[in-house]
């Protein structure tokens, strides 16, 4: 078994770095990795969305999305509105931007049937479709802000919440990334849920379907899979798994993508830390899903789930 | 069950974004959501506190209160004390500053008894306190930093430790934040918590009493309760929660805040990962809980707890 | 138990400040923590490597290993090798400054052996050693690129998977910090890691040895430790530890360091999330590890190790 | 004559700063130079206008008097107002601190009237005034890009007149500095005209009253007074003076302030390059004044004023 | 005359800005202006190119042409072909982002020959041609430094006359300008030089033709046009005006653009601080032109020009 | 005669920069460079001060000598020295690496006399002499501040004077730019020197003498020589020259370095605008120089000194 297959460096009095030889070697692995995949011709610069420009797009939607609470200090009520056009003006230029770099992506890929004259329009029209949304979003975070604003007793105001709680963060950042990934730029999409993830430790697939009023308390260690559908006045504790059991395949064994493998989580329920639930199976309406349990099977409305028994163990003190 | 209640939006041919009606739609949210919490005659600027203010607040303590090992790379011995000095003038400025608007808030909230005028003075006085605090914060911190040294065997220096174990940048942040819950401004309090928990995946409620040498390792997923109270020389692994059982209510079915809720760790415990301490119970002092372990009864000094049996089971191999 | 030994502040009417005051007991608190670590005649400057200077040398080397994607956006391919010799030149200087801290920290620690003059002829051979490291840690990391796109039904393009997987992000942290610690700084390399433990969730220790094509997915709440050795083509999920079952002692009773104590995982291991393997057993080549799993003993090849039994239990609804 | 009485310093092998000394130094001159002002008791801040906050201030409105020309490169025609409104929303609010500086400043000052209750209420007002004047601001500043197009036979367009004339730059300096100076507050006016005059080279009072579609050509060393006023349509050429000849004394010697003493220009003069013309005297409609003449008495319309002789002599060659 | 038509402000107590009125005002106001230059139908963005823009490309091309003096602090030998070629390849393409808007915007004027599909291939022709004269303008940035090196007894070496003489800066720019003027981006090249000339004092119109070691001592007030010639090791001092006596005007009186109007001034010519030449006349070979001098006729080789007489008289002492 | 020896560039459709070429002719120039001056073998990095670093410890000065006008606009009197003292310790060590750049720059010369192990102490010993002369800086400006608000009668305080009369930023840089020049820096004072001549348009040789209370008034194109020396209470107006008449070569006609060549300016004089002062002549105390004025003999004491006679005359107008 080879681990670390990289010959041990032996440093040397020469303080010469012979950076050239350096450059070399690595330009001659860069080229063997093209052409490992096939992308021998590259011509253009990068082609790719950028997470750093994502980023401050998602910073400037959070603004005009909440003026007064995350806009600038300096904001007063009357240039809300100057402040919330400007600020969508500017940032779905650079939407845009970023979605025709998906797009002509998307479109240089073997096989893709998007021509490449439409895809200015493409974006145009997905941008304008996704700005649209916008007030939409709005709404379903201000139900967010209201579940965890009710459903924690330490919380002292909307305001609170919305300005420090993780979970708040992670939703502002999913309800943004689930439009982009309705609207068919999943690159974007996923970028902006990697952004999250990294900010709150909370990650969840921008292909999730999330209802009104998602409550995800201290959060770090959440994973929500991309087939995973949540009701309404949802409440979720830190390290729960809402995964896939295992991954569909069709007769010849390939994966079949778009398959829905994670679980339906109905209205009010609750899941408490570390649960972990598996498999297209459905938690029913008002259940209680108890901290640590590993659910692999579908629970009735009402159900009250905890672990069989308790695993505690004193043995006696050390006198 | 509805859980993306957004209307399919609709890309079309039109490159226009029409601005002017998202615009509109945002205010009419806004509008409607004031309506909601009562806060329509809303005037003035954003009255919260600022996150990134705060982040800068504690990066300039931290810097004043380990001058050489976090502080400017450039500082010298004899420029120590002009350092400190004037960073605290300017970030005690600036914390004023913040508490300020949390007393304003606090104080426009219905049912406030401290009137307008007090507000400014009361905010000096507490930045006054806080600042005196600073030096038996820093003594805190050294007992951190050298139990961190001492019960971690791969720690080669305290200057390590210091500098990059993200479970001392947590006690930076918590000590700093406990002292401001104390003081009475809660919600600077939790910003400042939130901070740490994202930087550091540790997520330590600011009223929790912690006593010194307080060790965290790895830390990625650690939640301590507001009530929880640890005392001197406790190590805590990775993924482990000390937690409420449930809330406590009154008669009439109200959460009853304040009342104790978390586990006391006594002196010297040791809780091994993934281990979950719940209710207002006490681990006596000394103790020590295995990883994975689910904890609800209080245990006595010296206790040894470990899980019921061993789960695993190998099932043959494939061939 | 005495949790938090700050005295209770009083604030008071009083505004000014008393800087003098806090100034001079912080300098009391300084000088107290340095007798106690016998440095009481410390004079220069800041003698420690700084994790914000390595984070910028990090993020330049990731761009000079993979210009195309996570250089700069205007980057042409005609530019490619005059951008990865100026970064590297650039980076390399900057690395060679925090080598000589280290090493230097290093030579001044009670019996060290370097002479102080041979410092800088010894950072500059390791930053040529390091240097020439960089290809083959570009193909490693290409290796595990390509085991993500893999691994990762989801997973569109070996784009998406470089610029947004945090296992990616993780690898490419590692790779370099385990080059470091190969080369005898290792403050530089646990900087590194936990720099990227911060970004990504995920704690590498820079010890560990890891082989061509891991694909860390999730990443969150990871923790694998310093001795550990992971083969090829392994896969590893969300909160899974690589631990250490206990520290190995001499006769004295002192920890021994640099003794193996953390697991060996052979190639096409597959560990699902939440499993906990501690010691230093072996899993055997292509063995699968359930979820949630508590492993210390070793399992042969083509072994599939799940819980002993589900813990699943429903009560009945609540109506 | 006494032109440098700082002692030599002598430099000695001492390497310590003794910062302290310097310090205390320092102090004691800033003690005595307040003395020398009668300004012992001085509390708060800064309590000055700030150069760098006029100098972000100007360059806002700048790019909203001329969105998609000096605005951000991305503002496209359906962002305009937005942008317009929201920049000035931003700006203007900044320009209203500062006149609240100035006006705290001069209600400070012995023998002021302003009440302090009453600045507030008027540092509104002269904001709202300021920006209900911005219109006719832009107006005229179109008269002066018009007038440097056609008086230039080296302009190619409008917008490279905009865009590139030191003329222009100085105008739009001087129309904001103008109007600031009409409101009362001078102080921010003259700053203003500094920023300009660094900017450009062109010195000019905001006291001149000057008339649409002037043209600086050139323009370094140009100077015009407090109390100038300039017609339509009138064209300046480098190093050109527009200066007092003596200022006017009353019977006790005290100069008198805001007399006028400083040159009537009467629409279309042409004024070349370093002449100098003192005193309140008149040019007379559509007069020429030659390069570097020296000018102290009035001229009637459609005079062209020229050396006496040419200086000129040539002496022989050198062979 | 109407000196400033701006209506008096009147501040009111009110204290609304009503920002809608000016936006309003201001729209207004842009469309009178498109309207009075037929631009009312304006699309797209700001076609223009940008000063800032064009200030960091001469700042990087500036480091490319003396990499060890003004590239960046930490550039050593083995390194500097690496940054030319990097830095060259940033700012080459972002100075074919600028040609191309200048193209564009010569393409959209009325009577505009060149198809708008032919611009971007001529842009990038234009970038190739001037990548490919740097080398030549290194080499005569070169004489000059050497020049005023020579020049001047109190330059200590060449090291200081190429870092700080305000002459040299002139002279980077205007080498640039020049060629930018030569290869038909005439806006570019005036924007370049109106840096210089803000930076500086120093006004070179990109058009003039200037040989090799030209040295520009002081340097303010400095003005040279469009059309003027110098040889090679020519000296000049502040304040020397290189000017047109008039505009040649064909049969209508029509402004004739292009025709020599501005001095030649012949290899080692010295001309002193103030002196004013004007028109389209030469100086010949080695003359020497005395301060303040006025000359509107050529003069001969080893000319010395001095003013006629002494115009200094004294008035006796004040008693 | 060859004004611009450059090929005319050919631009042609090939798009491809061809960077590679245009890197080895630069490189190509460097060598040839480097070779006429004897410096082909130069190793190390760029061994010269820095204008950027310069201009960044200069503003960090004015913040100390000015701490309440030209600090930051958040200081408070009871942190001023914490503010003094940390500025000075930061930028006098900034600017002791300033001075060891000079230093090691002259040992490197031909002919040099220092040994290079005694450049670190001779900086230190410099730095800290600068240190101690900058209270008798602090009141020598005041002098000056003073001497300005005396002087102008538009002027309403010493705060306006101090932030924004450009006179006053050239003597902050003068009076620190000569004390640099006395302790035998000579680089760093030019480089300062330069810098304020950017930043003002007045350009003093920071070897000029300087006497308390110098007012320079609009001060654009003003030159004063290294070797001029400048009584108390003297006023100059813009665009004087104090100059040398000829450089006084020896007997080999060698320039003689450090002869005194330009004038003596008695106590109390007054120099009107464009007065040009040449040579080592002296004006006696209480003068009275007019504008435009040549002066190449010594006045006595009280002269008045103007123009022989006036240049004006009045053609008739073109009717």
């Known amino acids: 078994m080879n681990a670390t297959p990289i010959p041990t460096p032996t440093p ?17 692995a860069r080229q063997d990795w093209r052409a490992s995949q096939q992308r021998l011709n590259e011509a253009g610069g990068r082609e790719l969305p950028s997470a750093e420009v994502l980023g401050s797009i998602v910073d400037g939607l959070r603004g005009a999305l909440f003026p007064m609470r995350l806009g600038p200090p300096e904001l007063r009520p009357d240039g809300e509105d100057f402040f919330v056009g400007h600020t969508l003006h500017t940032q779905l230029q650079a939407l845009r931007g970023q979605i025709l770099l998906e797009l002509r992506h998307a479109a240089r890929q073997p096989g893709a049937s998007e021509p490449a004259e439409a895809v200015a329009g493409h974006a ?17 975070l201000d139900s967010d802000v209201q579940a965890a604003f009710d459903g924690d007793p330490a919380a002292r105001s909307v305001d609170e919440v919305l300005i420090c709680y993780p979970g708040i963060a992670a939703m502002i950042h999913h309800r943004i990334a689930h ?16 952004l999250s993830h990294a900010r709150t430790g909370i990650d969840i697939h921008p ?4 209802g009104p009023g998602l409550f995800i308390d201290h959060g770090t260690g959440v994973v929500i899979g991309e087939t995973a559908v949540i009701g309404q006045r949802v409440r979720i504790y830190q390290a729960v798994t809402l995964g896939a059991r295992s991954f569909p395949v069709d007769a010849e064994g390939h994966v079949r993508k778009g398959q829905p493998r994670h679980p339906i989580v109905e209205d009010e329920v609750v899941i408490y830390a570390g649960a972990t639930i598996l498999g297209r199976i459905t938690l029913g309406h008002g259940s209680t899903i108890g901290g640590n349990v590993w659910v692999t099977r579908s629970v009735p409305p009402g159900s009250n789930v905890t672990q069989a028994s308790s695993q505690q163990v004193c043995e006696g003190g050390n006198t």
Chains 1, 2, 3, 4, 5, 6 share one sequence.
């Open 12 to 28: 040397t009095a020469e303080a010469d770095l012979e950076l050239d030889a350096v450059v070399s070697a690595l330009r001659q």
């Open 124 to 140: 145009a029209a997905l941008t304008r479709a996704f700005a649209h949304s916008l007030p939409a979003i709005r709404r379903l």
């Open 179 to 194: 439009q982009l990934y309705r609207l068919g730029v999943p690159l974007l999409a996923r970028i902006v849920a990697e």
């Open 207 to 210: 292909g999730a379907q999330i």
